[in-house]
């Protein structure tokens, strides 16, 4: 009998130090629900690369969640190191890097290799032409572009009209 007394005190003990820990916890979740439901200035998910570089300034570069105009989300790289003189936040709207053998042209492009060097460049053509591509930005806005873009020559300087000119009259 005495044994029997002894395991419902401790499981007594046990459901009241039990109870305590849950209702503590429900008062920190309510706490944090109306500090977040307070602060008018944050947003839970942020909106740009610039904005989590503002809150955190630590942040590595690399991929993250935005919202969207539309309230979605998607997701984009976001460079966080100095470009072009300014400071990281960048949001990255489109990227080539032709030193990776798996990258390809963009559409519209014609791919030139020569002594290991890869780039893309306009489609033959015996008139003078030229290509474009637009990187979409998806909702995000913008107001500076940085990039860097890396030029080769194919062929003669007077691509329009071979042999007509030389590099001296130009």
């Keep these: 009998m005495d044994s029997i007394i002894s395991s419902l005190s401790h499981i007594k003990g046990t459901a009241t130090s039990n109870a305590g820990a849950i209702n503590d916890i429900l008062l920190l979740v309510e706490d944090l629900i109306m500090l977040h439901n307070d602060s008018s200035s944050f947003s839970p998910i942020p909106t740009s690369c610039q904005e989590i570089k503002n809150k955190q300034p630590n942040s590595p570069s690399g991929v993250y969640l935005l919202k969207t105009a539309t309230n979605g989300t998607q997701s984009v790289y976001c460079n966080m190191e100095e470009l072009c003189g300014s400071g990281g936040g960048w949001t990255r709207l489109g990227y080539l890097d032709m030193t990776d053998a798996t990258d390809n042209c963009p559409s519209g492009f014609r791919l030139y290799q020569s002594g290991g060097v890869r780039a893309c460049g306009r489609a033959t053509s015996s008139v003078g032409s030229c290509t474009s591509v637009q990187f979409p930005s998806n909702g995000i806005s913008y107001s500076q572009v940085c990039g ?3 030029g ?3 062929g003669t300087p007077d691509g329009a009209y071979p ?7 130009i």
Excluded: D, K, L
């Excluded at 042999?163 to 009259?169: E, K």
């Design 148 to 150: 860097r873009v890396v």
């Design 152 to 154: 080769y020559q194919y």
């Design 163 to 169: 042999g007509r000119y030389q590099v001296t009259m």
